[in-house]
């Protein structure tokens, strides 16, 4: 009764070489000749079927999954335009896997065909639901409400929402042998393991609680009956806020997000603007209700990192003791433009918690998918901004 | 009159009235009450909204600062990455001479560590028609090629004369417009390489994220870096000069060293017929001289009647000239002696100490050169030899070079002298390369040279070691020499006891 997990990363220009490259030194890692599932996060600048053709070279017949990405996360670092593999050899941990396309059209539906797509193998001992969707296509909030339908609202769902380098463009999904574009693929953790999830982002709100006055999907038009660009204005000046008109992404919406206050939760639930537009609404990353109080945001690089500590530990304690197989992270894009060039550091403070040589995968993401923690949420699943995900696999439990 | 129910109706109707009366003063004290601590909530409720609002007020104060802070961080965090990458570069570039070395180390790490995606390296050629890449992170080699082809046919190379920061983001003339579409990149900083004389060719870092916005504090890191190729460039093309005058003077020694050997080959062949020639004539001469002398004697005595005066003095004369032909043909005959080896000895009784000694000190200078320890090592009562002292001298002189020549520098060497029942024992050991099995037998072999690297490095006749046997033999003693390849010589003589 055991889990072997090995990690490998390449930067091999050629995409089938690289995937080999990656699937092959996970294998070295966990002295195994075959791993099954692999989970696999890589650079679009990779040829996405040539990649996975790559790490079917190694592991003929294993169970591929996964999304591109905007840089890799690795036991050894984090690292852009390469290719990071996750293998497993175990026979306690069993898994099954889903695909849902067609993200645009209906997310919701997407959501349930994803999550029905897991069922059916029939899985006794459930852990958690993992799952990888494309962050620029859909409604991520109405695709996590539909596999809730099917899984139920309390059922731990994590996941990420695929990156692509920073460019906005088109983001991929992995299913075995097979990339989509516009799908969320998931992958159910089932046997005898145990699960422990971290979630936090280190910001703090600050100065007068706002109302969205107005809003739609993930558009907020209004705040306190202002155009909502207004609060950027009020804040930083006029010259400040005009950068969130004039480019995508600005940095001045990713340092000061909003954040919109949950009853009971230790932390708001941050959105940040993505742009604004001409009329002065505000394009945020996720939906955010009409009616909601938002606050402004702010964070230093020292809280940042504590909060992937806080995440770490949080997820460590969920283990009750047990030992850590294997981590997965979605580390927000935003969270790795604050750190810049010390984003190594968040690597290091959560390896720091949870031991340096524990088999770490992750990749930086376009929005996270967690359970909020307090009590009236019943572990009920959100889309979050900004935010770093801690999931860690153990060997089961032994208080139970 | 009044009756009871009046009473009563009445004291109803005043009850009432004090009621209702006292029910509306209650009430409009009641009133005034709330009115007054409405008044106060009002009161503190404008104090609250105001110090919320002071709270907003120093929270835009806050977040303002925190921006600027934040700005200032990151640019300083940029300026001390690059500075430290620069610093790496500029080591490396001032270790080598080598251009292509110095692009090698502008790869793909040192890239992404300046805080960009790509970069490219564009030189022209000397005669300005060719354009090459020596330097291109993030680019395949179509897109490579295509980016060199468009560079000539836009003629960039010479167009772009300043530092030039491009930006997708702003609004872009119609030049920067055509650059941001050849390099494909977000944004970029694009430098010219020049060096004191010309211009060498540009440089272009740049990031492929849209939300990457470089600055003017890139655009001072490109520039120190230009700066820092361009000298680097500079040094390996004088390096370069340099080093093909070098390599032309070393093929003129090269030439000369081989015409001069040719010519020596022939002073060799003809020095051999001389030698030979020397001591052919010399013992033809001898033999008609000794005649020639003989009959001059015998007429000069008389024995064939009495010579007249002016006869005698010229047979004195014919004597005389015979005498200092006889000598001078001794001595070429003693030259192709020692030539061909069969040396006359001039045996005295020596003390071998002293010849060591003094041999050790006529080659003290090569050893010190060389740095190598010599030990000598004469028992206190040693014996005297009988040997011919040149001879003795020129044997150690041969044997004490041969081992400096064949020890590697700080090496050691050692003479020990040992007494043995009827000659003395020269031990020379040296710690240098050795000497093969197979050549140990033939190293005494008139001309023979061993293979090895000295010997191809340092000139030698191959004649030092038979003459060494000669003398030693020709003193009644005996010379061997003991090795392993690399493990050192020993080369030991006798000779005889006085």
């Known amino acids: 009764m055991s889990i072997r997990v090995g990690v490998g990363t390449s930067e091999n220009s050629d995409a089938f070489l690289a995937g080999r490259e990656a699937t092959r030194s996970a294998c070295q890692k966990a002295q195994a000749a075959f791993l099954t599932p692999l989970i696999v996060f890589a650079s679009v600048k990779f040829e996405q079927n040539k990649l996975l053709q790559g790490i079917k070279s190694i592991c003929q017949g294993a169970t591929i999954i996964g999304c591109s990405s905007a840089g890799e996360i690795s036991t050894a670092g984090c690292t852009k335009n390469s290719v990071a593999v996750m293998g497993f050899r175990s026979d306690v941990l069993h898994v099954s896997t889903g695909l849902g396309s067609g993200l645009s059209q209906d997310a919701r539906s997407a959501g349930q065909k994803c999550a029905q797509g897991v069922l059916r193998a029939k899985l006794p001992k459930r852990h958690v639901f993992v799952m990888f969707s494309d962050g620029l296509s859909g409604n991520i909030t109405e695709m996590i409400k539909g596999a809730q339908e099917i899984l139920g609202t309390s059922f731990p769902i994590v996941g990420g929402c695929a990156g692509d380098d920073y460019l906005f463009q088109k983001t991929y999904q992995y299913y075995h042998d097979k990339v989509f574009s516009d799908a969320v693929v998931g992958i159910l953790l089932a046997g005898d393991i145990s699960i422990g999830i971290g979630t936090r982002h280190g910001w703090n709100a600050i100065g007068k609680v706002h109302e969205v006055s107005q809003s739609h999907g993930n558009t907020i038009e209004m705040l306190d009956a202002k155009p909502a660009l207004n609060i950027y204005q009020d804040y930083f000046g006029e010259e400040e806020a005009e950068n969130l008109r004039s480019s995508s992404w600005a940095k001045i919406g990713t340092i000061y997000p909003l954040g919109m206050s949950i009853p009971d939760e230790e932390e708001y639930l941050i959105r940040y603007p993505i742009k604004a537009t001409s009329s002065g609404a505000l394009v945020c990353a996720a939906e955010v209700p009409q009616g909601s109080q938002v606050r402004l945001m702010i964070a230093d690089k020292e809280g940042v990192l504590n909060a992937a500590k806080e995440a770490a530990l949080k997820a460590k304690a969920a283990l009750n003791g047990a030992r850590i197989s294997a981590v997965i992270l979605f580390d927000s894009i935003a969270r790795k433009r604050i750190l810049g060039r010390h984003a190594i550091d968040e690597i290091k403070v959560i390896k720091k918690v949870l031991g340096t040589d524990c088999p770490i995968i992750g990749f930086y993401s376009y929005g996270e998918q967690a359970p909020l923690r307090a009590e009236r949420y019943i572990g009920k699943a959100y889309l979050h901004n900004e935010t770093i995900v801690v999931l860690c696999l153990g060997e089961a439990s032994k208080k139970g | ?498």
């Open chain 2, 1 to 498: 009159m009044f009756n009871l129910y009046d009473v009563n109706i009445s004291t109803v109707f005043v009850t009432t009235g004090i009621v209702i009366v006292g029910a509306f003063a209650y009430l409009v004290i009641l009133t005034e009450k709330e009115r007054r601590s409405r008044k106060n909530l009002q009161h503190s409720l404008d104090k609250l909204k105001r110090a919320y609002d002071d709270l907003d007020e120093q929270a835009k104060i806050i977040v303002k600062k925190d921006l600027e802070l934040n700005k200032t961080q990151e640019e300083l965090d940029k300026k001390i990455d690059s500075l430290y990458t620069l610093h790496k570069l500029s080591k490396a570039i001032s270790s080598t001479f080598d251009a292509e070395k110095l692009f090698s180390q502008i790869d793909k790490s040192f890239i992404s560590e300046l805080g960009f995606d790509k970069g490219l390296i564009v030189l022209a050629s000397r005669d300005e028609r060719e354009t090459s890449l020596p330097v291109a992170v993030g680019y395949n080699s179509e897109e490579e090629e295509e980016i060199r082809k468009q560079l000539v046919h836009k003629n960039i190379l010479n167009r772009i004369q300043q530092p030039l920061l491009v930006d997708k983001a702003q609004l872009l003339d119609k030049e920067k417009k055509e650059l941001l579409q050849i390099f494909n990149l977000a944004s970029f900083c694009i430098v010219p390489i020049i060096s004191q004389e010309a211009k060498l060719g540009l440089i272009v870092v740049g990031s492929e994220a849209p939300y990457a916005h470089l600055t003017e504090g890139d655009l001072e890191t490109l520039s120190i870096l230009a700066g820092q190729i361009a000298g680097g460039m500079e040094n390996a093309r004088l390096y370069e000069e340099l080093w093909r005058s070098h390599q032309e003077l070393e093929q003129r020694v090269t030439q000369r060293t081989k015409e001069l050997a040719l010519a020596n080959e022939k002073l060799q062949k003809i020095d051999k017929l001389k030698s030979e020639f020397v001591s052919a004539v010399s013992h033809e001469l001898r033999t008609p001289l000794t005649s020639i002398k003989g009959y001059a004697a015998i007429l000069m005595a008389g024995k064939l009647g009495e010579v007249p005066a002016p006869v005698k003095e010229r047979l004195d004369k014919i004597n005389k000239h015979s005498d200092s032909l006889a000598k001078l043909v001794n001595d070429l005959l003693d030259i192709s002696r020692i030539e061909s080896g069969r040396v006359e000895m001039k045996l005295e009784r020596l003390n071998l100490e002293d010849i060591v000694e003094a041999v050790a000190d006529i080659m003290a200078p090569q050893m010190k050169e060389k740095k190598i320890k010599l030990a000598i090592d004469i028992p206190q009562k040693i014996s005297a030899c009988l040997a011919d002292m040149t001879q003795m001298e020129r044997v150690l002189v041969n044997l004490l070079g041969n081992a400096i020549k064949f020890t590697p520098d700080e090496g050691k060497i050692s003479i020990n002298i040992k007494q043995k029942k009827d000659f003395l024992q020269v031990d020379i050991r040296d710690s240098g390369i050795g000497i093969a099995e197979d050549d140990l037998a033939k190293i005494f072999e008139e001309f023979y040279r061993v293979d090895n690297a000295i010997n191809q490095k340092v000139k030698g006749t191959g004649l030092g070691l038979s003459l060494v046997k000669q003398i030693v033999e020709a003193h009644k003693g005996r010379i061997w020499a003991n090795a392993q390849p690399d493990k050192g010589t020993t080369f030991s003589f006798t000779i005889p006891k006085a």
